[in-house]
């Protein structure tokens, strides 16, 4: 967890601040969040890929959706 203030939060961020994911989420969403999260904007799927992944890959289809 950041231990800074609302305007230093971007700025960990910027630096590589992430959060750590947890061990129970599904390595699809896992490798989506970290994707969507890259520092290289180049390296960012679309709003597209994003949603073709989430219509057509079985990954993402658990238990619980």
């Not at 989506?32 to 992944?53: G, H, M, V, Y």
């Amino acid at each position: 967890m950041i231990n800074s203030n609302i305007y230093q939060i971007p700025l960990e961020i910027y630096k590589g601040y992430r959060p750590i994911i947890s061990t129970n989420i599904p390595k699809s969403y896992t490798n989506l969040i970290e994707e969507c999260w890259s520092q290289n904007p180049a390296k960012r799927p679309t709003f597209d890929e994003i949603s073709d992944r989430l219509i057509n890959d079985r990954g993402f289809i658990t238990e619980d959706l």
